[in-house]
């Protein structure tokens, strides 16, 4: 291999190891393997719409109390964040979207998430109150999160991936 293109592959794969680096954890499940297949078998029995997306953000930044660690973007950087470890997720990144179903989500909002600072939120928010917080947190990806895109291996509403 010529020496220039070794280094625009090393420069590459430097690049990738300082995003890495940046979200180590990003695609380590957060859920227990043990419930993993459960988790990820759960898919949202609401649809997609203006009005729940609003629900959601209303419970992300009140009752869900979510704002506080996942900051008011979605980033990760809420006004406690800096104290937690492992971080916050930050919803943003593609790569959060791209490598979890909207069920493991689902099932770390309401059970927590062990070895974080997650709790489960299960006795405090209703299974509809979480899928509606779930749809407003897809809304900080953009295009990595809308229909059709990303939502982990199976995607939203049931594709792909059946017995993993």
């Not at 489960?120 to 897809?138: H, S």
Request: aromatic share 8%; proline share 8%; net charge negative.
């Amino acid at each position: 291999m010529p020496v220039g293109r070794c280094l625009v592959v090393y420069l590459m794969l430097g690049v990738v190891g300082v995003v890495l680096a940046d979200e180590p954890h990003l695609m380590r499940p957060r859920v227990p393997a043990d419930k993993l297949m459960e988790a990820r078998a759960l898919t949202s029995p609401l649809p997609d719409s203006p009005e729940n997306v609003e629900k959601g953000r209303t419970l992300y930044v009140g009752k869900g109390t979510c704002v506080n660690c996942h900051g008011r973007g979605g980033g990760g950087d809420g006004p406690v964040a800096a104290s937690l470890d492992p971080q916050p997720r930050n919803f943003q990144h593609h790569g959060f979207w791209l490598h979890r179903t909207e069920g493991e989500i689902f099932w770390v909002i309401k059970y927590g998430s062990p070895g974080t600072a997650m709790v489960g939120f299960g006795d405090q928010l209703t299974d509809e109150e979480i899928w509606t917080i779930l749809q407003y947190e897809r809304a900080f990806a953009g295009e990595h999160a809308g229909p059709g895109h990303g939502m982990g291996p199976m995607m939203r509403h049931g594709g792909g991936m059946k017995g993993m």
